[in-house]
């Protein structure tokens, strides 16, 4: 089936939702525009995810995609919160920052019943998860208003286990792509391989459709997705100097500027390798140290850090999230990088 009939969109694209740097403008530009918009919601509260939903329902009658997270809500780890503060500590004083002013938080939170109940009454078209699947009565729940899911591979055998469990489609999230990781059989990160040597792999090994992430940022990428065997491509980096983005001005000069070209995977903003921009923190700690808790536990004691900085017009301490393709990222409305992108199919 093709993919643009299993979603009811005019295009086989995907707008990749990235949490923090947007909200439902860019998905119901993109969705208006004949791709998938879509809405992250693991960084919202549910007043604050109904409030994007009810947004989305008043502006767009195009299909639509919500993604959520489906990590495990780690326990916190006394002694390694401890030694993450150690680590930080030079910085706290430099910055004139109060460690005893950390306040605890979730940072991301992952699919629970809540969030599902609420779903259910705007019936997206499309639900999307990272970090593998929901628990099977919530996914059945997803299902049950007859709404499409996608889910992160970033190897063969999670598309695989993803596929012996139902899933709609896969979208093969290559090395390159910026933002997390959606792994979740394993955290062995020489087991993740780039887009085009993973692409065509998945699609040899599923009978479902297969879609194409990370480093493709303008139509030729496309083209070559498409060719390798893709149902479709999801591009998030292209979309973060969209008008309709809320993309900070740290990270939109970072984005244009000769920086954009080394990013590195990073544990130290969250607690789970994803692909940022490197910045002073990054260099001075090792972009992925031991000491930082486990996601998405280790954003707590880095946030006073990162406000302070950028109220200095500083982005050391900012996760900078990008590709490693930020080459061809223009700020231009979301349906002109849309249909930009349209020309590689």
Request: aromatic residues 6%.
């Amino acid at each position: 089936m093709p993919l643009t009939t299993l979603l009811g969109t005019q295009l086989p694209l995907i707008q990749s939702p990235m949490a923090g740097a947007q909200g439902s403008a860019m998905a119901v530009a993109v969705s208006n525009a004949g791709g998938l918009g879509s809405l992250p919601a693991a960084m919202l509260s549910l007043d604050a995810l109904r409030e994007e939903l009810e947004k989305i329902r008043a502006q767009t009658s195009r299909p639509y995609n919500v993604n959520f997270f489906c990590h495990t809500q780690p326990q916190p780890d006394p002694a390694r919160e401890a030694a993450w503060h150690a680590t930080l500590a030079p910085y706290y004083q430099e910055l004139g920052v109060d460690p005893a002013q950390i306040v605890a938080g979730p940072g991301r939170a992952a699919f629970n019943a809540a969030a599902a109940d609420l779903l259910q009454e705007f019936r997206p078209p499309v639900v999307s998860f990272h970090f593998g699947l929901p628990a099977p009565e919530l996914l059945t729940q997803v299902r049950s208003w007859g709404a499409k899911v996608l889910v992160s591979a970033t190897t063969v055998e999670e598309a695989l286990w993803l596929e012996a469990r139902g899933v709609d489609a896969v979208i093969a999230q290559g090395l390159e792509a910026g933002g997390h990781r959606g792994h979740f059989l394993s955290h062995d990160l020489t087991r993740q391989m780039g887009t085009f040597a993973l692409l065509p792999q998945i699609v040899r090994a599923v009978r479902i459709p297969v879609i194409a992430a990370g480093g493709i940022a303008d139509a030729h990428g496309v083209a070559a997705a498409m060719a390798l065997g893709a149902a479709g491509v999801q591009a998030g980096t292209a979309y973060m100097l969209c008008d309709e983005a809320t993309t900070s001005a740290l990270h939109r000069a970072a984005l244009q500027s000769p920086a954009a070209r080394h990013t590195a995977l990073t544990s130290l903003f969250t607690g789970r390798p994803a692909r940022g921009i490197s910045n002073r923190l990054m260099r001075e700690l090792g972009p992925l140290n031991a000491n930082a808790p486990a996601f998405p536990l280790a954003t707590a004691a880095i946030a006073p850090l990162r406000a302070k900085a950028e109220s200095q017009h500083s982005g050391d301490f900012s996760p900078l999230w990008s590709g490693q393709n930020a080459s061809a990222c223009q700020a231009l409305p979301a349906a002109e990088v849309t249909r930009l992108l349209a020309q590689g199919f």
